[in-house]
T-cell receptor, first 116, second 114 residues
Framework: DAMVIQNPRYQVTQFGKPVTLSCSQT?????MYWYQQKSSQAPKLLFH???????NEADTPDNFQSRRPNTSFCFLDIRSPGLGDAAMYLC???????????????FGPGTRLTVL | AQKVTQAQTEISVVEKEDVTLDCVYE???????LFWYKQPPSGELVFLIR??????QNEISGRYSWNFQKSTSSFNFTITASQVVDSAVYFC???????????FGKGNQVVVIP
C-alpha cells in the first residue's frame, strides 16, 4: 500500500543534543510537509517542500531545519532541542500542480519527541 | 487569511448515539477546499473527506455524513450510531486554490462511552 512512513515512532533526546527525524513516502507526491503538534492543539506547519523548493513558515524557529534529498525522503533536523520542542512531529504529503488542485494531505503516523 | 472555527472542544456520547461536529470557516477566496481529518489516540491524522467550494452536495459514507452550506460558511460532520472506535480528535481544515497550506480548526475531542 502506498503510504507515508516516519521513523522512529518515538525519539528521546537530551536537551541541546541534535536530533533528526525522517519521513519517506511511496505516494510519489511532489509536496512534503513537516508539522509540530503539541498536546491538545492542532498541527502547526513548520515548513514544506514544493518539489525541491523549500518554504519556511515565518514563525518557525531557526533551530528547525529540513532536507529533502529526493522525492521520497524528507528529514527534520532539530539543531539544539529545548524542553519546549517536545511534541509530536507529523510528516505529510500532497500532490500539486499538473491539474491537481485538491490539496488533501496524507499524514504519516508521527514521531513523538521527548527532550530530557 | 483563512480561519476555521470548531467551537466544541470535547463531546461525550453514549455508544449508538449520533454526534454532530460543527465547523465554520472564513476565507475571501472563491475557490477553496474543506477537509475533515480523524486523529485517533495513535496519533496519525486520517483523511476523511474533501469538499470543493463549487460543490455543495452533501455526502454520506457509511455512518459518516457531511453537510456543506456556503450560505452559513459551515461544513458540519455527523457520525450516526457512534461506536467506541469513533473516539478520536476530529479536525476540520481549509485550503485555497494556489496555496498548499491547511488552516486547521482546534479540533473536537469525541469520546464514545460504551
Amino acid at each position: 500500500d502506498a503510504m507515508v512512513i516516519q521513523n522512529p515512532r518515538y525519539q528521546v533526546t537530551q536537551f541541546g543534543k541534535p536530533v533528526t527525524l525522517s519521513c519517506s513516502q511511496t505516494l510519489n507526491h511532489n509536496v512534503m510537509y513537516w508539522y509540530q503538534q503539541k498536546s491538545s492543539q492542532a498541527p502547526k506547519l513548520l515548513f514544506h517542500y514544493y518539489d525541491k523548493d523549500f518554504n519556511n513558515e515565518a514563525d518557525t524557529p531557526d533551530n528547525f531545519q529540513s532536507r529533502r534529498p529526493n522525492t521520497s525522503f524528507c528529514f527534520l533536523d532539530i539543531r539544539s532541542p529545548g524542553l519546549g520542542d517536545a511534541a509530536m512531529y507529523l510528516c505529510a504529503t500532497s500532490r500539486s500542480g499538473g491539474g491537481a488542485v485538491y490539496n488533501e494531505q496524507f499524514f504519516g503516523p508521527g514521531t513523538r519527541l521527548t527532550v530530557l | 487569511a483563512q480561519k476555521v472555527t470548531q467551537a466544541q472542544t470535547e463531546i461525550s456520547v453514549v455508544e449508538k448515539e449520533d454526534v454532530t461536529l460543527d465547523c465554520v470557516y472564513e476565507t475571501r477566496d472563491t475557490t477553496y477546499y474543506l477537509f475533515w481529518y480523524k486523529q485517533p489516540p495513535s496519533g496519525e491524522l486520517v483523511f476523511l473527506i474533501r469538499r470543493n467550494s463549487f460543490d455543495e452536495q452533501n455526502e454520506i459514507s457509511g455512518r459518516y455524513s457531511w453537510n456543506f452550506q456556503k450560505s452559513t460558511s459551515s461544513f458540519n460532520f455527523t457520525i450516526t450510531a457512534s461506536q467506541v472506535v469513533d473516539s478520536a480528535v476530529y479536525f476540520c481544515a481549509l485550503s485555497v486554490l494556489g496555496n498548499n497550506r491547511l488552516a486547521f480548526g482546534k479540533g473536537n475531542q469525541v469520546v464514545v462511552i460504551p
